[in-house]
């Protein structure tokens, strides 16, 4: 696995933590977070590395998470 920088890891903790804040609290379980920080991990792989991108591409399979792990 290639190794990111410490700004960018930072970046994407930060659209993790802001994803989660849009998945009710009853829902927010470690799984539906482990799923979220996939997306933000593969789209980052893919070159989109701003905080907007990251956090529109986690939050766009928030459906598609919601309705398959709940």
Do not use: N
Not at 4 to 11: A, M
Not at 44 to 66: F, K, N, R
């Amino acid at each position: 696995m290639p190794s990111q920088s410490p700004e960018l890891i930072q970046t994407m903790r930060a659209a993790l933590d802001e994803v989660m804040t849009q998945i009710p609290p009853e829902q927010a379980t470690p799984a539906i977070k482990a799923h979220l920080a996939e997306c933000i991990l593969k789209a980052a792989a893919e070159g989109q590395t701003s905080y907007e991108s990251l956090t529109a591409a986690a939050s766009d399979q928030i459906p598609t998470i919601l309705s398959t792990l709940t």
